[in-house]
């Protein structure tokens, strides 16, 4: 798996528990859209982090995801992040229950 589709798919399913996880959905739910948005961030930046971080300590290939702990790789995790927010944010604005229809 490469950290374009790591990094969209955890951006889809943080964004689908934002809408209908019970107990964060709602807590989620009660922030202001900033702060929403930071929360959002925040999470996305962790589990690039974490990506990143299992890269360098030599996880990386046996958890099948190609990347590497080097500048290339962390330039590949930066668009890959930055396609993870892209995909969050449209997926929440499309599946928000909240939001009606």
Avoid: H
């Amino acid at each position: 798996m490469d950290s374009e589709t790591l990094s969209a798919a955890a951006g889809l399913l943080l964004s689908l528990a934002a809408s209908y996880l019970p107990g964060f959905a709602e807590w989620y739910a009660a922030l202001e859209g900033a702060r929403k948005r930071l929360v959002m961030l925040g999470l996305l930046a962790a589990i690039a982090g974490g990506a990143y971080g299992l890269a360098c300590a030599g996880y990386a290939d046996e958890l099948g995801l190609r990347l590497t702990c080097d500048a290339p790789g962390a330039l590949a995790l930066l668009r890959a992040f930055l396609a993870a927010l892209a995909v969050n944010q449209a997926t929440y604005l499309l599946a928000d229950r909240r939001r009606g229809a």
